[in-house]
């Protein structure tokens, strides 16, 4: 944009249209009012810097000054609360494990001789819940254990019938003996003991796998493990820890 133009002190007419008197505007040693060219070229680049502003804020995305993007054109996301279903598993039916063993001639008489509660109403038998033969309902594992050690003498299977009732389909007396149920099999864990072995230290042990086929349990797998015999013979104390090395 051009500025005013003038002769000084001669007067006469500048490019901007402004005519000036013999002093040409610098009447008052130069500080009176400012020409009325003055003022409108201000007034032009005061808009011409609005305008500038706004086409840089438009330049960002051409659809307002946000980078996100045009407000209002996304569908609002609706979040809706999960319903959870309620279980459709019926709960397992429990047993009474002490009168099925009482009750049952396939259990020796000596075990339902010495099975007696170990304090109050509490007696030594622990019982498991599962799928093994594929029956109406879950299969029931007994062990029956010894009231002082805890000490296995027998593991016994249970297989429910249409009618209701349990039917022992596995049976096996022996000392530190214990069933459990693992991915539909039966596992059944024999301690091994040597002459001089305390009750809590076995020489190894049995692991053997039982699967449920053709009406009967067959041996699937068998896994002898032998233990450190050194193991609970001392009575030595932990060694101290030693001092970190300093660099």
């Known amino acids: ?69 045009p407000a209002g054109s996304q569908p609002v996301a609706q979040v809706t609360p999960s319903s959870t279903t309620p279980s459709t598993a019926k709960p397992t039916p429990r047993v009474d494990a002490v009168s099925l063993l009482k009750a049952d001639t396939k259990v020796s008489e000596r075990v339902r001789t010495d099975l007696r509660p170990c304090t109050g109403d509490e007696y030594p038998v622990d019982t498991s819940y599962g799928s093994l033969t594929g029956g109406p309902s879950a299969d029931v594992v007994v062990n029956v254990m010894t009231c002082g050690d805890s000490v ?27 069933g459990t149920i693992d991915r539909g099999d039966l596992v059944v864990t024999t301690q091994v003991y040597g002459k001089k072995d305390a009750v809590a230290y076995p020489s190894g042990e049995e692991v053997v796998t039982y699967h449920w086929a053709s009406s009967r349990f067959s041996e699937q797998d068998r896994v002898h493990n032998d233990f450190n015999r050194a193991v609970g013979a001392g009575e030595g104390d932990f060694p101290e820890p030693a001092a970190p090395t300093k660099n």
Do not use: H, K
């Open 1 to 69: 944009m051009r500025g005013l133009t003038g002769s000084g002190d001669d007067g006469g007419t500048g490019a901007g249209g402004v005519t000036g008197g013999p002093t040409g505007g610098r009447a008052g040693g130069g500080r009176g009012r400012r020409p009325a060219g003055w003022a409108a070229s201000s007034t032009a680049l005061a808009g011409l810097a609005v305008f500038g502003l706004f086409a840089v804020s438009c330049s960002t995305g051409g659809t307002g000054t946000r980078d996100e993007g």
């Open 152 to 178: 296995g003498v027998g593991t016994y299977v249970y297989r429910p019938r249409p009618d209701g009732r349990y039917e022992n389909v596995f049976a096996i007396e022996q000392p530190a003996v214990y």
